[in-house]
């Protein structure tokens, strides 16, 4: 078990907008609450990167871009191409969605060169890279597959879910993850997660990173929490 502070707890969140119709106003409420709680970041569709990136400039919260987002089905280039782009546009941080086509294909030559590439491009830039499995399309063979190339190409994080597939983040796929990456990569739980408690059991099972659009609600609860504790600190 580990202390946390509310700043610790706050720094796993990933404080996210990735409808469709965010608008410039609601970038700007999102980065605002960012900034308020101290999220580590804020995700975002790519083409909001610039717009968050003036919004944050001078804070240490991190410009996370969504790429080939939600489904993964484009090609590698342009997927390294979205990836280099957003980055020149301030973008600091990489969630790359694996093309499940080529997953259930079995072809995973064509899955590590895909996150070879994408990583190669952030790491060149010193940019975090997350690779999304998005679990709820696939059976625990092709999970842990996945795993073993992510081990040996080394992104930052895996993670779970888009939280736009028919399901998110469960206890078990954070478990398999973690189980088969150990502390060569992080793991990242998102899709479904809005409640501490929640919050709490994605990190006791091996989660160091967590992508929510209850941000908010999720640290006040923590803060509810440790005042009716007489805390100052969580063990979790």
Not at 28 to 48: D, G, P, T, W
Not at 57 to 68: K, L, Q, R
Not at 104 to 109: S, V
Not at 195 to 216: L, N, P, Q
Request: glycine share 8%; proline share 1%.
């Amino acid at each position: 078990m580990k202390s946390y502070t509310l700043d610790n707890l706050a720094r796993m969140i990933d404080h996210t907008n990735l409808h469709t119709d965010a608008s410039p106003n609601d970038m700007k409420i999102l980065c605002n609450e960012a900034k308020e709680n101290h999220f580590a970041m804020v995700a975002i569709n790519q083409v909001q990167s610039g717009l968050c990136a003036k919004l944050l400039n001078g804070t240490d919260i991190h410009i996370g871009a969504a790429i080939s987002f939600p489904l993964g089905q484009t090609t590698i280039a342009s997927k390294v191409f979205d990836t280099k782009d957003a980055i020149a546009n301030g973008a600091n941080e990489i969630d790359y969605v694996v093309n499940q086509t080529e997953i259930k294909a079995g072809n995973w030559d064509y899955i590590k060169d895909e996150m070879t590439q994408i990583v190669t491009a952030c790491h060149e830039k010193d940019v975090t890279c997350k690779v999304i499995f998005e679990n709820c399309y696939l059976n625990d063979d092709e999970k842990i597959k996945l795993c073993e190339i992510a081990k040996e190409v080394k992104p930052d994080y895996i993670k779970t879910s888009t939280g736009f597939g028919t399901g998110g983040a469960t206890f078990d796929d954070v478990k398999l993850m973690k189980e088969h990456v150990g502390n060569e990569v992080k793991v990242k739980a998102a899709g479904g997660i809005r409640d501490a408690k929640t919050f709490m059991k994605m990190v006791e099972c091996g989660a160091e990173r967590i992508g929510t659009s209850a941000g908010v609600t999720i640290i006040k609860d923590f803060e509810a929490m440790m005042k009716e504790q007489g805390v100052s600190t969580l063990e979790i």
